[in-house]
């Protein structure tokens, strides 16, 4: 039977979201907007047996997290996008050695694109990225992000922010069963110690009994997995696009703006129609280029100076002119509650984009 709904703040329905779908281990040092999701876990987690660390730094919370995961128990762990840049060497050696782990960014605006679906560590490597665009989206994905990390043995970003952490819904939880997953036979969890028989993950391809490492091979199997990640795992929404001239491209909660904004100048007679990337790498370029087919203009929606309008453009090709109508908007303290969320604000913009009038550059105000 489902689970009543009850108004919860996003950060507690995201916490609930995570300990429903198995999460037993969290750790994080305090940063706003992501403050209040450390805080719900270390209430909740002991009720169930699980435990909460309030870390020394977010170096420390995720070295936590990440001798959690190996263990094979669902853990998890996350910051702002500042926290997250101290994390990002941990980031890339969690990925290398092939440990599902959870990490979620509650982000200040929408400047950390870059961040979340390039990163900042060394090697050759990508994290799934999931940006849910409300409180009962993030519930539903939150849980998705915990099978696809077991799924694919991989980290899982999710990139949600000021207005997601901070916004109250009405949500249900319960555990969804998003299917079978592998046993984890590489988990370091002490039941197999002893000569021969220990097991060991590390992030440069050492294998039991091996004589040496394989460097080619092992960032090549890397590779070959994060292409299977990516012909498997786009996720994405396209509202009206059959008829549109004009395609807004948007993510994340600016997304629901967005839709407003389409659904007034629809009202008007104006073909506008919305494509939102669900998951933010792997980016859904063969959607977006069908979306795309027959409009006169893409209009990028984002927060930021320009970061995933490159998507956008390598997705495009050229096929179809990509203009921006965001920009940098926030707010005094910086957590990126500007101007730019409103949707007579960004009608005008994309009247302006429908009719190919030039949209201003820079800051929104």
């Not at 403050?35 to 719900?40: D, I, N, R, Y």
């Not at 799924?151 to 009405?170: C, F, N, Q, S």
């Not at 060991?200 to 391809?205: A, Y």
């Not at 490159?310 to 179809?320: K, T």
């Amino acid at each position: 039977m489902p689970h009543e709904r009850r108004l919860m703040e996003g950060s507690e329905a995201i916490a609930e979201a995570a300990i429903a779908a198995g999460c037993r281990f969290f750790s994080g040092y305090p940063m706003t907007p992501f403050t209040e999701v450390l805080e719900c876990f270390a209430k909740r987690l002991p009720e169930e047996g699980g435990a909460c660390i309030n870390a020394e730094s977010e170096i420390e919370a995720i070295g936590q997290a990440w001798g959690a995961a190996a263990t094979g128990a669902r853990a998890a762990t996350g910051s702002t996008g500042q926290g997250l840049s101290l994390m990002q060497e941990s980031m890339s050696e969690i990925t290398r050695a092939e440990i599902p782990i959870v990490i979620f960014n509650m982000a200040r605006g929408q400047g950390d694109y870059f961040q979340a679906t390039r990163g900042g560590g060394h090697g050759d490597y990508r994290h799934i990225v999931l940006s849910p665009q409300s409180v009962g989206e993030a519930v539903d994905l939150t849980q998705l992000a915990f099978h696809l990390a077991d799924k694919w043995r991989h980290p899982v970003v999710i990139y949600g922010d000021y207005l997601i952490a901070h916004t109250a819904e009405a949500v249900g939880i319960e555990a969804i069963d998003y299917g079978p997953l592998p046993e984890k036979e590489w988990a370091v969890d002490g039941s197999l110690g002893g000569t021969g028989r220990s097991r060991n993950v590390n992030p440069i391809g050492m294998e039991k009994g091996s004589k040496g490492i394989d460097p080619n091979g092992f960032w090549q199997k890397l590779a070959d997995k994060e292409d299977a990640i990516l012909d498997a795992e786009q996720r994405y929404e396209a509202v009206d696009t059959e008829d549109a001239d004009l395609l807004i491209v948007a993510f994340g909660t600016l997304a629901r703006f967005a839709r407003a904004a389409m659904r007034d100048l629809r009202a008007e007679g104006l073909k506008v129609g919305l494509f939102r990337p669900i998951s933010l790498w792997p980016f859904p370029k063969e959607a977006l280029a069908k979306a795309a087919e027959g409009c006169k203009r893409v209009a990028v929606l984002e927060q930021n100076a320009g970061q995933m309008i490159e998507d956008v453009q390598l997705s495009l090709l050229g096929a179809v002119p990509v203009v921006p109508i965001g920009g940098i908007s926030t707010d005094p303290a910086g957590f990126g509650i500007g101007a730019l969320l409103d949707s007579d604000l960004i009608a005008g913009r994309a009247r302006d984009a429908h009719a190919g009038r030039p949209v201003p550059r820079g800051v929104v105000s």
